[in-house]
């Protein structure tokens, strides 16, 4: 059976940092690309950041590009997400997913292997 699990999500202040994981277990993600999501309350989800197997590709949303940064460590099936100069904005329940197939890609439906999610609160 599939498993991902973030963790690290917490209570921070604006302007602070955070550090998800996202581990994977019950099989390999082996040339597949993995991403982070969010869900604010009463909002759609949107993808935050993708990044291919080898990490050397990445994408990053326009609302955090310069201060979120994904990474993954293949030997430990294990994706991150550095969070820095967090704002109330980022507020949100986050989300790590696998992509559908191998490749690359960036549309939210083409990842289908997704974990629970991990809740994040900037509080200003």
């Known amino acids: 059976q599939v498993q991902l699990v973030e963790s690290g999500g917490g209570l921070v202040q604006a302007g602070g940092s955070l550090r998800l994981s996202c581990a994977a277990s019950?099989?390999?993600?082996?040339?597949?690309?993995m991403g982070w999501f969010r869900q604010a309350p009463g909002k759609d989800r949107e993808s935050l950041a993708i990044i291919s197997w080898s990490g050397g590709r990445t994408y990053y949303a326009d609302s955090v590009k310069g201060r979120f940064t994904i990474s993954r460590d293949n030997a430990k099936n294990t994706v991150y997400l550095q969070m820095n100069s967090l704002k109330s904005e980022d507020t949100a329940v986050y989300y790590c997913?696998?992509?559908?197939?191998?490749?690359?890609?960036?549309?939210?439906?083409?990842?289908?292997?997704w974990g629970r999610g991990t809740q994040v609160t900037v509080s200003s």
């Open positions: 997913a696998a992509r559908r197939s191998t490749g690359w890609g960036i549309v939210m439906n083409e990842y289908a292997y």
């Open positions: 019950g099989r390999t993600f082996s040339g597949y690309a």
